[in-house]
């Protein structure tokens, strides 16, 4: 019979020297270069924090394409996708800064204290340099503020409310993605070119902060334009059946619905207002109409043909013919068989942009990469001329009106674009009273 | 549980009594909500919405009732707490998906006239159902995919119910309640993983047949202005559907020989072993009849919300408050409950409600849970003793 030489004491003691280790090259290199997570010379890390589990799974799993696609073409394999319609030249297909991008991923469970959790883990351990993702404003807001204290670059994936550049920005902090002003000051004069200035609207608000973003926005947009606001009312995020919310609209006087739902709750409460007919319905002598201030390809799949007709905004869509929302199209379909989402466009364009800026700045510092960013504005990546405005980490560009699509060709074409907003038309100052509170700070370089 | 039906004079009384009450708590309810929210708001809440919102409270009381239904049967027999319940409800939802599907397997024909995303020739859908049946019939197979999909439910649902009672439940009858509670937990997160990884988490539309789009205009038929209490076609069949199934569970047991041993078994477990009778299988066939009754809710749910993996959990805590407020147990309790809670549910949604008490619409299930908790732990109809101690 042999014994053991191993106590429970030895092992912990083995494990804590072995695990300060491990750290002490990754703090070390840290030090090296002045800023949190400096690269070697081989490669560099990038951190992709998406929902690869809860609601916003398949969001996630477009937003992941996306990133590796990215990766694939900063490496030098593919087509080059949008790198060949980038107005700026500066990356060449060699990596960044002449090292192979590589990538870890986290799951941000769409919650925001996972989604820190991972990120933590992705700066902490793998040594990531930048962190990017996420399909909710809650989690970007949370990871931003983490980012920040980190001494690491955000950009962000999907986020549209106003806080993300606005009472919550931080430096470290970039939006590629529009915002609900944006969607407002979009939606306004298509709105009142279709149903006229003389509206009553009873709008349904997810009860969360993109939620009131959204609100604020198309309330005082269309306000400004001549709508009265006949009702508000917030429902519970978790809410599955919105009849008890639906079931009054008829009633109240309007005659518009706003739908300030997205995801899940979008869906259902879409669906269960075409259910109550109120896109049959008639009051004060005008058809009843149903708006959706932020529409995603992937969610009006869910709610199917309860789409039709109606209208709402969106970032970028796989229609569009300019050059490099065409290259993109073509390389994520040819690479996955389906045209990409708004939130695969965003991810991929905020990795080229970070990039980009690396390559310019010819640092990974997130400062000088901050720098570079600020006031950067650029062209070829599908939404036409783009300013990166440094006062708040916004990106200004044009803005999609959409409508879900009445006799659809095949399952992808579920929307069609009924104008390209001009970005001078979204375009607010810094100080705009949706946007206050907060300051951008300045910027981390951790370490 | 009641016993065989041996007073008609007594059932008639007590039918007139129950009718009286529920005419009483209409209008008693209707009064003191018109006066509230006048008093508060200034708003004038009309008899219109009032009715609206009852019939609200029926729909949604009607997945309660037939969830919590299903849970204190399992519960009543088996004496086993069933958090995968919700997940039944869900499998239910996704037979009807499924079945939709296969009712739509297509083959692909090329049309040189038009061009995909990629501008290659596009690919055109063409179900094998209008290879098989001609166009008109196979649209209307398809149309009808969510109906067909209750008769194809019941076998699967009551196969899944035996094979997760004998295969993972029985190991832990004599277990305690916190176990139970645990395995069945983890077996209903389990079941949402595996039906994530093959539906994705987005929701899938899964349309009522086209006879049923659509809302029926309660008010012209009451003599109010048209399009004041409008209700859409596929939740009243949703409720009259749940009636159905709720009364067919409820003769079962009573009118039938098996029923009678199962309520024995219920009543006296003990017993009725010593008599000879094989109370086990019996307790498994109704657990597969509770599991039909969760998966039928789920079938006839689909066209109402749009289902997604994640339907059973958003189901299953409130159907247990329902099943505490019934009466652990208590088949008519819990069906009571079901409805009670619904209609509730519906009133504190009310704008002027919410006006007035911020978030009770978040909260008014288990506000009434702990106020029944503490003031009756045994629930609304529950047997004296039953979670009391």
Not at chain 1, 306 to 332: C, E
Not at chain 2, 240 to 248: D, E, L
Not at chain 2, 333 to 352: D, K
Request: with cysteine.
């Amino acid at each position: 019979m042999s014994k053991s030489n191993f106590s429970r004491r030895g092992v912990l003691k083995t494990g804590m020297v072995a695990s300060a280790g491990m750290a002490l090259p990754q703090y070390l290199r840290a030090q090296d270069g002045g800023f949190t997570n400096a690269p070697g010379d081989s490669d560099v890390v990038l951190g992709f924090n998406v929902p690869q589990t809860g609601p916003y799974a398949d969001e996630g799993a477009d937003e992941l394409r996306a990133y590796e696609l990215a990766v694939e073409h900063l490496n030098g394999g593919g087509d080059g996708g949008m790198m060949s319609t980038f107005s700026s030249d500066a990356l060449e297909g060699t990596g960044i800064l002449g090292r192979e991008v590589k990538y870890v991923t986290g799951d941000t469970q769409t919650k925001s204290d996972a989604a820190r959790a991972s990120a933590r883990s992705m700066i902490e351990k793998d040594g990531a340099i930048m962190i990017t993702g996420g399909s909710s404003s809650g989690v970007a807001v949370a990871v931003q503020a983490l980012c920040q204290e980190a001494g690491i670059i955000f950009m962000a994936g999907l986020t549209h409310s106003n806080d993300t550049t606005g009472k919550d920005k931080r430096a470290n902090g970039f939006r590629h993605f529009f915002n609900s002003y944006m969607s407002g000051a979009a939606l306004a004069p298509v709105l009142e070119a279709a149903y006229g200035n003389n509206r009553k609207a009873y709008h349904l608000t997810a009860d969360y902060n993109w939620g009131y973003t959204t609100q604020e926005a198309v309330q005082s947009s269309t306000e400004a334009m001549g709508w009265e606001t006949v009702n508000t009312v917030l429902t519970p995020l978790t809410q599955t059946d919105f009849s008890s919310y639906i079931a009054p609209v008829l009633n109240s006087g309007a005659d518009v619905l706003v739908l300030n739902h997205y995801g899940g709750n979008m869906v259902n409460s879409l669906t269960n207002a075409v259910q109550f007919g109120l896109r049959e319905a008639q009051a004060n002598g005008q058809n009843f109409e149903i708006v959706v201030p932020l529409y995603s390809r992937l969610m009006a799949k869910g709610a199917g043909a309860n789409v039709k007709g109606i209208f709402g905004s969106t970032n970028w869509h796989w229609s569009l013919q300019d050059a490099g929302s065409q290259a993109f199209v073509r390389s994520f379909g040819t690479k996955y068989g389906f045209p990409p989402s708004q939130a695969a466009h965003t991810c991929y364009v905020q990795t080229l942009l970070y990039a980009d800026a690396v390559t310019r700045a010819g640092s990974f510092n997130p400062c000088a990469v901050a720098e570079a960013l600020e006031d950067f504005e650029f062209d070829g990546l599908g939404n036409g001329p783009t300013l990166y405005r440094g006062e708040d980490h916004q990106c200004f560009k044009d803005v999609l009106v959409v409508k879900g699509k009445e006799n659809p060709d095949n399952e992808f074409d579920l929307l069609e674009i009924v104008e390209v907003t001009p970005a001078a038309q979204v375009t607010y100052p810094a100080d705009h009273p949706q946007f206050a509170g907060g300051a951008l700070g300045t910027c981390n370089p951790g370490a | 549980m009641s016993t065989y039906v041996e007073n008609p004079s007594g059932t008639l009384k007590s039918t007139f009594l129950t009718l009286a009450f529920l005419f009483a708590a209409f209008w008693g309810s209707f009064l003191i909500l018109r006066t509230v929210i006048g008093f508060s708001s200034g708003d004038n809440f009309s008899i219109q919405q009032y009715i609206l919102q009852i019939l609200n409270g029926l729909d949604k009381g009607s997945a309660y009732a037939l969830i919590a239904l299903g849970l204190t049967l399992i519960f009543g027999t088996l004496g086993v707490v069933n958090f995968a319940h919700g997940a039944l409800f869900m499998l239910g939802a996704f037979v009807a998906v499924t079945v939709s599907n296969l009712l739509s397997l297509s083959h692909k024909v090329v049309d040189e006239t038009r061009t995909d995303f990629l501008g290659n020739p596009l690919q055109v859908e063409v179900p094998y159902m209008y290879d098989l049946f001609g166009q008109a019939a196979g649209d209307v197979i398809i149309d009808w995919a969510v109906p067909i999909s209750i008769i194809i439910a019941i076998p699967i649902m009551v196969a899944i119910g035996f094979i997760m009672e004998r295969g993972l439940i029985k190991y832990f009858y004599k277990r305690p309640h916190a176990d139970q509670i645990l395995v069945t937990f983890g077996l209903a997160i389990v079941i949402q993983e595996i039906v994530k990884y093959f539906y994705g988490a987005n929701p899938i539309p899964t349309p009522a047949p086209d006879a049923f789009v659509g809302s029926f205009d309660f008010g012209i038929a009451l003599g109010f202005q048209a399009n004041e209490i409008i209700y859409p076609y596929w939740r009243l069949v949703y409720f009259f559907f749940s009636v159905v199934i709720i009364g067919a569970v409820f003769a079962f047991l009573q009118f039938t020989t098996f029923g009678m041993v199962v309520r024995a078994g219920m009543a006296d477990r003990e017993t009725v072993g010593i008599l000879g009778i094989n109370i086990d299988k019996r307790f498994t066939i109704m657990f597969g009849i509770a599991a039909a009754v969760a998966g039928l809710a789920g079938v006839m749910y689909a066209p109402i919300n749009s289902p997604n993996y994640h339907m059973g959990m958003d189901f299953l805590v409130l159907s247990f408050v329902v099943v505490v407020v019934g009466g652990m147990g208590s088949l008519p309790g819990a069906v009571a409950a079901g409805f009670l809670l619904g209609i509730l549910e519906s009133f504190a949604s009310i704008s002027q409600v919410i006006d007035m008490i911020p978030g009770i619409n978040q909260i008014i299930i288990y506000l009434v849970a702990i106020i029944i908790l503490l003031t009756r732990p045994r629930g609304l109809m529950g047997r004296k003793g039953v979670m009391e101690e």
